[in-house]
């Protein structure tokens, strides 16, 4: 595993950027096609930022996923995940050959479920961004994760650590307007992923680094799986690493 620290978000968000890119371009010249992994949240600002401005990335090859959307929300809301990639991705790569929604406010949810495990089962995934979360979640797993599931997508139930951190970010007012329930990414099918690439910045996350970094292998810290993946890059700022007892 990987680990570099930054001393500021933007620098963090580059070099997370530069990284996933230059798997991109690589995929791109070795099979003719590149399919990735996308997030949102505040963690993922600046190296989206960063990837939309990367240099030699021939978008009308790439095919984007993203992780998870909340259950119920339209994407007019000001916290949905598509309204997000929409404004702070697709809108700077109009050329991008195919962006696979999370209809999260889909009429028939397990409908909504089979079309993207459909879509995305037996894809090679170029590379996976994403973050960790204040509660140790990858994608919207919150603990106790489900490790075992084969399933590409499911929908899940949010806990409330995480949908605090929902709130203290600012993507709603109060707790009661957190959705309770999300469709996510599961955890196998990021791992499935050549590349993680993981972006984590902030005092609030030092907890939950340490926890994947340096505590047990367990879905009680959905993220310390993915010391088991054979590249993962974990990009991080001094405060999120701050808790760690070996500095990287």
Not at 13 to 41: M, N, P
Not at 58 to 83: I, N, Q
Not at 154 to 159: E, H, K, N, S
Not at 226 to 233: A, E, K, L, P
């Amino acid at each position: 595993m990987q680990i570099e620290i930054f001393n500021d978000k933007a620098s963090l968000g580059q070099a997370a950027a530069d990284a996933g890119a230059a798997l991109i371009r690589s995929a791109i010249a070795k099979d003719g096609e590149a399919t990735i992994i996308v997030a949102t949240g505040a963690s993922q600002f600046d190296m989206l930022a960063a990837l939309v401005r990367a240099p030699g990335i021939d978008w009308s090859k790439v095919t984007a996923f993203h992780l998870d959307e909340y259950v119920g929300l339209p994407e007019s809301h000001g916290a949905s995940f598509r309204k997000y990639l929409r404004e702070r991705f697709l809108a700077h790569v109009p050329a991008l050959k195919h962006f696979i929604p999370v209809n999260g406010d889909a009429a028939d949810l397990q409908a909504e479920i089979a079309r993207l495990n459909a879509l995305i089962r037996g894809r090679r995934i170029a590379v996976c961004f994403a973050g960790i979360g204040e509660n140790g979640h990858l994608a919207f797993n919150d603990p106790p994760a489900d490790f075992d599931t084969e399933e590409p997508y499911l929908v899940v139930t949010l806990d409330d650590a995480c949908r605090r951190q929902q709130m203290g970010e600012g993507w709603f007012p109060t707790l009661a307007d957190v959705p309770a329930r999300a469709i996510s990414m599961s955890i196998k099918q990021m791992m499935k992923s050549d590349t993680l690439i993981l972006s984590v910045s902030d005092t609030r996350k030092a907890k939950a680094m340490k926890g994947a970094l340096e505590g047990p292998l367990s879905n009680l810290c959905p993220a310390s799986i993915v010391r088991t993946h054979r590249d993962c890059r974990l990009f991080a700022d001094p405060a999120a690493a701050s808790l760690l007892s070996r500095k990287p």
